[in-house]
């Protein structure tokens, strides 16, 4: 005797679930977007080596109504990588020594931005 079986799957999850498994959940309805349109070209012009433009382009992600913890959020992770024996290989000590200042004046642009929260 031969039984035919239907599977159906469910999808439980709702799709615009974010986060980790150990970490709170939260919807896209309650996260603020990220501004990732804003956020690679600090990456890239910080990997790039430009000063100048990566005060510019932290600017102008805030002006474009990326969160400054977004932003801090990206910078540390460029430091991370800056630091990271495997990215040192990958792309060179030359690029990683001219992160430096770029990244240093993305701090900067960022902690001049920050609301202050000492009087």
Known sequence: MQTSVSITTL??????VTG?????????????ETK???LIPIVMVIVGGCEPCAEKTVKRALQQGSSWQDI???LRIMANMQRA???LKAVGADVVARMEKPLAAGW???????????K
């Open 108 to 118: 900067r642009s960022l902690r001049e931005a920050m609301p202050s929260t000492s």
């Open 20 to 32: 980790t498994p150990n970490a709170p959940v939260e919807t896209q309805a309650s996260k603020p």
């Open 85 to 87: 024996d495997c990215f």
């Open 72 to 74: 801090d959020k990206t």
């Open 11 to 16: 999808d439980t999850m709702p799709r615009e």
């Open 36 to 38: 990732l349109q804003d």
